[in-house]
Structures are given as structure tokens and as C-alpha cells.
């Protein structure tokens, strides 16, 4: 029986994709690529994640190696909750779970300053029972740790619990800590497939 569903957020409940948003905003290619390069996918964005650097030692950081000035920096990093949006056919599922009296958690790499703020703007986090992301606990996915840290924190038997991520080896990683797992790479209603699998389990 599954009686936990514990979520990813971001490309699960919640939109992100910074080279759309970029070509959105008319961002020649060149520059586009800088940034995502320089910024999206830097060893300073996964320190953010984990909580071991400040969003202004970012910048700083980026700025003494990145063609990018430091203002150009600062924008991309003001402008992150912009890109975001919550997901609504996967937001659907939640109250959907909640009628069938399955818990709630959400387990993500987030930056705690955007984290705050979207917490505080977004309705549906008042479905969850509870959560954990990497800038408070620095831990990030994959790591198996993190995995466990939210288990023990809600006392969730991983049999009974069931992880949702975009990314196969952060789900493979939930499975090798004893959960569930279910990828939802490339689909944008993940509602009917989650259903079904927790009705497999009665």
C-alpha cells in the first residue's frame, strides 16, 4: 500500500526552464548561451542548491571567471521565480491524493531565498504534510542521504512511500533508499499514471 507521495518540485509541480524563458525575453543566442552556461549550470548554482553558498557569493563568484557582468548576474538571479509556474495538471493530483488520505512531502534542490518566496505565493503547499530542500539541509539529490534524512524527519516506511522526480537518477536514488519511485520526464499530466500505480498497491 502507498500511504506517502513525496515530490520533486521543479519540472514535477512546478515549471522550469530558463532557455525558454530566455528566448521569451528575446535573449540573442549567443548571450543566451552564456548564461545558461555560466549561470544555470555552474558549480555555483549546485552550491546554492545545497546551501553552501549566499545568492551575493554567487554572483561574485560567476562575475571573476563569466564574461557577464556583475549587474548582468544579478538580474538572471532576480528574475528566478519569474521563470516559474506552477504545473496545473500535476498540481490537480494533490488534492486528488489527499481525498484518498495519502501524506504528502515535498524532497528538492532549491535555493532557500526563491524557495521562500514561492512558498509564500503559492496555494497548493497547504496540501503538504511536510518537506525538506537542499539549502536547509545541505544535502541534494542524488545523494542517499537526503533521501533518508526526510523519511526519518516524518517517520515514512519507505515501502509504503512513493517518489516523483523528473530526473531518472534522482528517482533511481529514492528506489536504492528503499522507496518507490516514478519518473516524470517528458510528461505534463502525470495524474492518471500516479493513480493507477497507488490502486495497484491496495
Known sequence: MINNVVFD???VLISFDPEQYLIMKNYPPGIRNTILNDIFHSEEWLK???GDITTKE???SIAS???LKREEISVVFNFRSDIMYPIDSNVQLLPALKKNNI???YLSNFPLDVFDEIKSDYYFFRYFDGGIISSEAKLS?????FYKLIMDKYALVPDESLYIDDLEINVRAAEAAGMKGFSTFGNQNIAPDILNIIASYK
Open 58 to 60: 554567487a554572483t561574485d
Open 9 to 11: 518540485l521543479g519540472n
Open 65 to 67: 571567471r563569466s564574461v
Open 103 to 105: 501524506k504528502l512531502y
Open 141 to 145: 539529490k542524488p545523494d542517499l542521504r
Open 48 to 50: 546554492l542548491d545545497n
